[in-house]
């Protein structure tokens, strides 16, 4: 897996949607308290897909573009921790060996 760059937070991407809109105002129009709106955009938590829809809706964009911004986010944070050498389960698919039978379903 090759990740390229430090992907932001979604709350980082969210604080710029927000502007200068206050935080008490905005996680009022959101449904959600105070805490938990700055608990994202302080990046002390995720965006879930319920955030998704949320936010999809009170900013006119859609929930895969938040929750793709997660992904990306925890993409990132994972391929920076370290890991055991990962061994393929399957060899021969995995180099396309000529051998292979693919299961087919009845």
Known sequence: MSIMYNAPHP????REYLDETPVTSAAQALG?????LSRIL????GVSA???IRLAEALETSPE????????????IASQQQRPTI?????QIAKGAPDFIPL???
């Open 42 to 45: 302080n990046g002390h938590t």
């Open 32 to 36: 959600i308290t105070r805490t938990n």
């Open 65 to 76: 573009f938040w929750l793709n911004l997660q992904m990306q986010y925890d993409l990132w």
């Open 11 to 14: 709350g980082e991407i969210l």
């Open 50 to 52: 319920d955030m998704a």
């Open 87 to 91: 061994q393929t389960l399957i060899p």
């Open 104 to 106: 087919t379903h009845s």
